[in-house]
């Protein structure tokens, strides 16, 4: 059974970094692209960055791009997420996923595999 672990929220403050860990354990990690969303209170999920499996192409949403960076080491099975600059509206829900699909990877619908969430939140 495939599981996703995230860790390395917290608070923080305004202009401050983080950098978000997503563990895949139970089964390979090869073949999946991961992501990052996140679901502030009363919002939908909002794609945040993707990043394929193989040669590793990242995808950002415009809202984080230049800010955000999405990597992975596939030899420890972990994808990252690296926050800089944090601003009050990043806080919220921070989820990554996995999927096997190839297309479409920014919606939320085409990933089989979630974390349980890990919480950001920027104070001014």
């Known amino acids: 059974q495939v599981q996703l672990v995230e860790s390395g929220g917290g608070s923080v403050q305004s202009g401050d970094s983080l950098k978000l860990s997503c563990e895949v354990t139970?089964?390979?990690?090869?073949?999946?692209?991961m992501a990052w969303f996140r679901q502030a209170p009363g919002k939908d999920y909002e794609f945040l960055a993707a990043?394929?499996?193989?040669?590793?192409?990242?995808f950002y949403a415009d809202s984080v791009k230049g800010r955000f960076t999405i990597s992975r080491d596939n030899a420890k099975n972990t994808a990252y997420l690296l926050m800089n600059n944090l601003r009050p509206e990043d806080m919220a829900l921070y989820y990554c996923?996995?999927?096997?699909?190839?297309?479409?990877?920014?919606?939320?619908?085409?990933?089989?595999?979630w974390g349980q969430g890990t919480q950001v939140t920027v104070s001014s």
């Open positions: 139970g089964r390979a990690f090869g073949g999946y692209a």
């Open positions: 996923a996995g999927t096997t699909e190839v297309y479409g990877i920014t919606s939320p619908a085409k990933y089989d595999y």
């Open positions: 990043i394929t499996w193989g040669i590793g192409t990242p």
